[in-house]
């Protein structure tokens, strides 16, 4: 996927460790672009110099060095910064590359969690919205029809805190898709009552057409 990337000078590239590849790693980094990866544990890189870093911060270890593999070595002859961090979270240490010699070194680990946040944003997609298929498949396309289930999705979470419905979002999507075009009082689809025997819950309740 890297060779049909169109690199932009100064946009960060932030990839797990299964896009490590040092030959089009260099192509990024040729192009002015930046990138911040997880090394595999058999890389081999030749430390240069560290610089001092705030322990107190999560951070290990903040170090130059370039690739020390007799293939790495020729397909990325430059400089490398490694980055070691404690998560305060889980304990674990983890490891970071980047070609982005100059940023604070905790902006470079904010910069890949914030990939997982990406990564969350597509589990909740796959997990809340209802889009089954996609029916252009142009960028445009995409980012629209996601952007309208995002819509649908926070319409119906208001009209469940106005009408104080007990019911789980998804079951209250599933109500409405054969619904939808039913000229009937929201409440009285959800709860299956006659609003006219709940005067109360009438006042407040919202009209799928005005």
Known sequence: ??????????????????????????????????????????????????RPVDKATGLICDQIVIPDGHHTGA?????LRRIKYRDPETGKA??????????????????????????????WIKQHLRIKAFYGTTENAVRT??????????????????????LPLYTMLQIFSPTVFERMPLYQVLTDSDPSTDRAASRNQLNLFS
Not at 26 to 41: D, E
Not at 102 to 108: E, M, Q, R, S, V
Not at 148 to 164: M, T
Request: net charge positive; proline share 5%.
């Open 94 to 123: 983890l490891v970071f590359l980047t070609n982005h010699l100059t940023l604070p070194a905790l902006t470079i680990v904010r910069l890949y969690r914030c990939r997982w946040q990406v990564e969350l944003f597509f589990k």
């Open 1 to 50: 996927m890297l060779d049909l990337l169109l690199p932009e000078p100064g946009a960060f590239y932030i990839m797990d460790r299964g896009y490590l590849d040092f030959g089009r790693l260099y192509v990024l980094h040729l192009a002015a672009g930046f990138f911040v990866i997880r090394p595999r544990s058999n890389t081999k890189l030749r430390r240069l110099y560290s």
């Open 145 to 166: 029809q996601i952007w309208i289930a995002v819509s649908v999705y926070v319409l119906v979470a208001i009209v469940r805190k106005r009408l104080e419905i007990s």
């Open 75 to 79: 397909t990325y002859p430059d400089k």
